[in-house]
């Protein structure tokens, strides 16, 4: 009776040692055993779509794991953020955030169930796009100085156009009426390509537009360049001057993209996705793609990412003290 006793323990343990050896191991060492999600605030087909799709078969073959694009658009990118703000800390839910939903949309929408800063930690940029302040070519000015003195003397009578409200753009142009001390009639549209329409009709002198949008135009003389919001001029027209060698010290507004983390991800995790990250946005085909949409390789470390994120979220607070713009 013993031995029967005995033989049923050994066999229910050797049953538990097996049971055990089978599960996958929760060591973030071993990280990643399962597959990882990648969540875009953005719809699928778009540019920034098109480029996770183009990262995920590389991330897969450095991870090990496959990499699931899952597209949550709406609210400004606040869905897709909270989503990512709200899961496991354990490396499986990525967010491929962007500049605005990270910085700006933490200061006009009152009623957030997350906190960007608290409750999510930055991997790794990705990329940046440059703009450019344009105005159509009747307009007299031929330099950025030049401007700023028509709009001194014409105080509201010029017209700027955006894409909408609390864009990039929108805010890049406020920025330089606040920096300059200028009075610029904002006009907003249904999107870029109206904007852009109606700098290059005469229905607003000016805009603040990417390079893919406006180059065309550019090159037919349509619309003239006056600088780059960026601090370092554009590879595509090298000869347009920054708006910081202009005077406007330390002006720099740019679309930017980055990888983020819930905050309590574990740090040996995010190293393994910043490698990956940096190996996959640095091979040739990926510089391909984000050339032919206007974007540059930016990568950094987790701190320099963290650090962009605080200064330009100050950046546009102080800006929004003027403009009071909400969203709730």
Same mark, same amino acid.
Not at 111 to 134: E, G
């Given at each position: 009776?013993?031995?029967?006793?005995?033989?049923?323990?050994?066999?229910?343990?050797?049953?538990?040692?097996?049971?055990?050896?089978?599960e996958?191991?929760?060591?973030?060492?071993?990280?990643?055993?399962?597959?990882?999600?990648?969540?875009?605030?953005?719809?699928?087909?778009?540019?920034?779509?098109?480029?996770?799709?183009?990262m995920?078969?590389?991330?897969?073959?450095l991870?090990?794991?496959p990499?699931?694009?899952?597209n949550?658009?709406?609210?400004?990118?606040?869905?897709?953020?909270e989503?990512?703000?709200?899961?496991n800390?354990?490396?499986?839910?990525?967010?491929?955030?962007?500049?605005?939903?990270?910085?700006?949309?933490?200061?006009?929408?009152?009623?957030?169930?997350?906190?960007?800063?608290?409750?999510?930690?930055?991997?790794?940029?990705?990329?940046?796009?440059?703009?450019?302040?344009?105005v159509?070519?009747?307009?007299?000015?031929?330099s950025?100085?030049?401007?700023?003195?028509?709009?001194?003397?014409?105080?509201?009578?010029?017209n700027?156009?955006?894409g909408?409200?609390?864009g990039?753009?929108?805010?890049?142009?406020?920025?330089?009426?606040?920096?300059?001390?200028t %009075?610029?009639?904002?006009?907003?549209? *249904?999107? $870029?390509?109206?904007? !852009?329409? &109606?700098?290059? /009709?005469?229905?607003?002198?000016?805009?603040?537009?990417?390079?893919?949008?406006?180059?065309?135009?550019?090159?037919?003389?349509?619309?003239?360049?006056?600088?780059?919001?960026s601090?370092?001029r554009?590879?595509?027209?090298?000869?347009?001057?920054?708006?910081?060698?202009?005077?406007?010290?330390?002006?720099?507004?740019?679309?930017?993209?980055?990888?983020?983390?819930?905050?309590?991800?574990?740090?040996?995790i995010?190293?393994?996705l910043?490698?990956a990250?940096?190996?996959?946005?640095?091979?040739? %085909?990926?510089?391909?793609s984000?050339? *032919?949409? $206007?974007?540059?390789? !930016?990568? &950094?470390?987790? /701190?320099?990412?963290?650090?962009?994120?605080?200064?330009?979220?100050?950046?546009?607070?102080?800006?929004?003290?003027?403009?009071?713009?909400?969203?709730n």
């Amino acid at each position: 009776m013993l031995r029967k006793i005995t033989y049923v323990i050994l066999g229910a343990f050797y049953l538990c040692s097996f049971s055990y050896a089978a599960e996958p191991s929760n060591d973030a060492s071993n990280y990643p055993t399962k597959p990882i999600r990648l969540i875009l605030p953005f719809p699928a087909g778009g540019g920034t779509d098109n480029l996770a799709r183009i990262m995920a078969p590389k991330l897969y073959k450095l991870l090990g794991q496959p990499v699931i694009i899952d597209n949550r658009p709406g609210a400004s990118g606040n869905i897709a953020t909270e989503a990512v703000a709200k899961a496991n800390p354990d490396g499986y839910t990525v967010l491929m955030g962007y500049n605005t939903a990270l910085t700006f949309n933490p200061l006009i929408f009152q009623n957030l169930s997350f906190d960007i800063q608290k409750d999510l930690k930055p991997v790794t940029l990705l990329a940046t796009a440059k703009y450019f302040l344009v105005v159509n070519n009747s307009v007299p000015a031929k330099s950025l100085k030049e401007l700023i003195t028509l709009a001194k003397e014409k105080p509201g009578q010029l017209n700027y156009s955006s894409g909408g409200n609390g864009g990039t753009l929108h805010l890049a142009a406020e920025l330089f009426k606040f920096r300059t001390g200028t %009075e610029i009639t904002h006009v907003p549209y *249904k999107g $870029g390509a109206p904007a !852009t329409l &109606g700098v290059l /009709t005469g229905e607003v002198q000016m805009t603040v537009g990417s390079v893919t949008s406006l180059m065309p135009h550019i090159k037919t003389g349509k619309i003239r360049p006056l600088a780059v919001t960026s601090l370092t001029r554009s590879n595509v027209m090298p000869d347009v001057p920054t708006m910081n060698e202009l005077g406007l010290n330390g002006f720099n507004v740019t679309s930017w993209y980055g990888l983020l983390v819930p905050k309590n991800t574990p740090d040996v995790i995010v190293a393994k996705l910043v490698k990956a990250a940096h190996e996959v946005i640095e091979s040739d %085909e990926v510089k391909e793609s984000m050339a *032919k949409q $206007g974007l540059d390789v !930016t990568i &950094g470390s987790p /701190t320099e990412f963290e650090e962009i994120i605080k200064n330009e979220t100050a950046m546009w607070r102080e800006l929004n003290k003027k403009l009071k713009i909400t969203a709730n």
